[in-house]
């Protein structure tokens, strides 16, 4: 079945929250690939570091005591015991807003957080990558357009292709896109200033399919 798109805007707010883990040498014997568990603690006002705009980027939060009693014990997918030498961070995530339900998500899939009302982003989400640098945005609206597929993985739809016909031409679009992205109604084609590259479609790892009328269709 087709999976319509919606548009996700930023908030002003984070969830924010305590993670543990430990990767690389002692951490791969997890069936997750690593040992990590995160826990949030609340919702709070973001904060942007003033020398990064506009792109935005969130400001470090200070370190929360080893000894607050919040932080997570267990790795979530095992049964591994956290140490002292393992990695404490504190935790920040961005939160977005559904234009059309008014309900919140967030991008990281790893991350969700159900229990402050904003579960993970889910396929049809639509948003603009602000923090890529513009020079890297070819649309005349300023956006640098994400989709997530049904699948879970994520399109950056005016991203070059792997297989672009033009390698050398950075003024073409491997896919181009029509129509307002915050309406929901964008088609992607070859129709415009384009290169050999498929015919418009995008082919992830466990799905093909084209963006029609604002609508995923295998």
Partial sequence: MPV???WLEPTDQVAVGLRRYRSGEGGFD???GYHSALVYTGVEPAVFRDDDYPRRVLELRSKAPYDDPRWP???EHCNYAFDGDDAWQDWQELLWRRTDTGELRVLHKGAPAPELGAPAAEPGACWDAYWIPENWRKVDDGIYLMVRLPDGHDWAVDSRASNCGSPDDHAHQ?????GDPKECQ????KNGNTCTAGAGSIASPNWHGFLRGGQLVE
């Fill in 30 to 32: 997890c069936p997750h």
């Fill in 73 to 75: 014990t267990k790795c």
């Fill in 174 to 178: 491997c896919w181009v896109r029509h």
């Fill in 186 to 189: 964008v088609t992607v084609d």
């Fill in 4 to 6: 319509q798109t919606f």
